[in-house]
Each structure stands twice: as structure tokens, then as C-alpha cells.
């Protein structure tokens, strides 16, 4: 029988995205799905609102940081360029400024370090329904 092969590194950082996404939204929900835009305070189902990042995706030292990663609505995030002026504001000066510098560090997981938030996110989830 074959080997099963083994994901691409696109793939693993597309899964993780799709479920650190979810995880970001479902835990900031309230008993009824609802979570709050943190730049415009709107309210939206978890279903209906986005993970917003305060220093972007394309830094992977803080793509998956919870501190960086906030709902955000389709409106404040994709619209309105993320609104990083008032999402800074909602974070605080300081918090803004630690993810500023640490979005600045170049870091490369490894395809087992992806596995590994895969797996945490997944069994977080699980945690969450």
C-alpha cells in the first residue's frame, strides 16, 4: 500500500487559517454567536463577521496570535483597510506597539509546527460546540 502523502505547507497554512478563523470568531461569541466588531462595536454572528488582524497576514510572526486577531465585520476589515488606527485604539498603545515589533521578526514554521496549531485549533473547537 502507498504512503499517504503528506499535506503541502499551502495547504497546512490554508487549513490553519480556516480554523484559527473560526476558533478567533466562535470564542469571542457570546451564548447566542454573537460577537462585537472591535472598531465599530457592531454586532454580527460569528457566521456573519470576520478574524480580523491588526498587523497583517502576510507577517506569520503574528498571524496566528490571539493578541493580533480580533472579530472584525467584512465592513471594518475588507472595506475600510482593516481600520488599524481604531483597532490600535482598541488594543492600547502598548499591545499595538508589541505586536508592531513582533509582526517585524522573521519567522518560518515548520510544516510540524503547523500540524501542531492544526491540532490545537481543532481540539479548541471541539472544547467550543
Not at 454567536?33 to 457592531?42: A, K, Q
Request: with cysteine; aromatic share 12%.
Amino acid at each position: 500500500m502507498p504512503k499517504a502523502k503528506k499535506p503541502t505547507r499551502s495547504k497546512l497554512v490554508k487549513k490553519l487559517d480556516v480554523l484559527f478563523s473560526k476558533y478567533v470568531r466562535l470564542s469571542n461569541a457570546d451564548k447566542n454567536g454573537i460577537c462585537i466588531c472591535v472598531t465599530c462595536n457592531n454586532q454580527y454572528h460569528w457566521k456573519n463577521i470576520q478574524a480580523g488582524h491588526f498587523m497583517s497576514r502576510k507577517h506569520y510572526s503574528t498571524r496566528w496570535d490571539l493578541k493580533n486577531v480580533k472579530p472584525q465585520c467584512v465592513g471594518c476589515n475588507m472595506f475600510k483597510s482593516g481600520e488599524q488606527y481604531k483597532y490600535s485604539i482598541y488594543l492600547g498603545s502598548e499591545l499595538a506597539n508589541e505586536l508592531y515589533l513582533q509582526s517585524n521578526k522573521i519567522v518560518k514554521f515548520s510544516n510540524d509546527e503547523l500540524q501542531g496549531m492544526i491540532d490545537h485549533y481543532s481540539t479548541e473547537l471541539k472544547r467550543l460546540f
